[in-house]
């Protein structure tokens, strides 16, 4: 299915309605595809995000430890 900018302006709710049903769109703007409006898979129930590889990686960084202090010295200028 093609809508475009204008359509995704005024009709978002029909066109997510339609990626919900398994539509992908496709959304252009002048005449040129920009982007594309597809369906998220949905994750299956007995997947568990602590085995992801990602999971935990700053668990064992000493810095992190008082995360108010650590994100604090992060925000601060160099200043200060």
Known sequence: MKATAKDLRFYSRELLESANRGEEIVITYRGKPYAKLVPI????????????????IW???????????YVRNLR?????
């Open 41 to 56: 898979r949905k994750r299956k129930t007995g997947s568990d995000e602590n085995n992801h590889n990602l999971f935990g």
């Open 59 to 69: 668990k064992d960084n000493d810095d992190t430890e008082n995360v108010e202090n």
């Open 76 to 80: 601060k200028g160099r200043n200060e």
